[in-house]
């Protein structure tokens, strides 16, 4: 079976995404109103990693429209930079942002380096057993393929048998792949080839080569 390398990511690409993204207009502070409410709500005994500071984990990657450097190739602007500039106005708290990979964030809440992290992450059973979750949007993955790629669909774990998927080390992608992949195992179909990348650029490139 001819092999052609699939990416478990965002329906759109991140070259659409830059594309179409005016930076200038993303980069205007959003207002905050400070909401007394919610200060009244935070235990008398809970510390933060630094008194007066909301310290959040985002990512250290380009990847829009979630997290990605401004036009001055600094200050960081996103969807998730832009809600945690909210969560702290509205707590009274000052901001700092801190650029983390994805694998260092389970280990900086847990040890106490991060406050909050805002790093695409997904709610499953087994995060629940470790850590707090606040929803705020709907998780919706999608395969992207190339635009002259055969494949038209993929619907089920036998639609990815024998091929390779980009994915991500840790993440509910790779969980839901390798639930894919014991289900082909089970039925005497091959599985699918796991492609580890890290960023969005390397899978793109990936895909654009078409590497088998």
Do not use: H
């Not at 990605?68 to 602007?77: E, G, Q, V």
């Amino acid at each position: 079976m001819r092999k052609l390398a699939a990416a478990l990511m965002l329906l759109l690409s991140i070259g659409e995404a830059r594309a179409e993204l005016d930076l200038r207009a993303n980069e205007r502070p959003l207002p905050v109103t400070r909401d007394d409410n919610a200060i009244s709500k935070i235990p008398p005994n809970y510390r933060f990693v630094e008194p007066g500071v909301l310290t959040v984990a985002i990512s250290a990657l380009n990847s829009p429209p979630l997290a990605l450097l401004a036009s001055d190739n600094r200050t960081r602007i996103g969807s998730d930079p832009d809600i945690a500039r909210l969560l702290a106005g509205s707590l009274g708290l000052k901001l700092k942002l801190v650029p983390t990979a994805w694998e260092d964030w389970p280990l900086g809440i847990a040890s106490g380096r991060y406050d909050v992290a805002l790093i695409n992450i997904a709610v499953t059973e087994k995060r629940k057993e470790k850590f707090d979750f606040a929803t705020y949007r709907v998780d919706s993955l999608a395969f992207s393929v190339k635009s002259t790629s055969e494949i038209t669909r993929i619907s089920n774990a036998q639609d990815l048998s024998g091929r390779k998927v980009i994915v991500g080390s840790g993440t509910n992608q790779e969980r839901i792949l390798l639930g894919w992949n014991a289900e082909n195992e089970a039925a005497g179909r091959q599985p699918a080839l796991p492609v580890y990348l890290t960023d969005d650029a390397s899978g793109n490139l990936y895909i654009q080569s078409c590497r088998r």
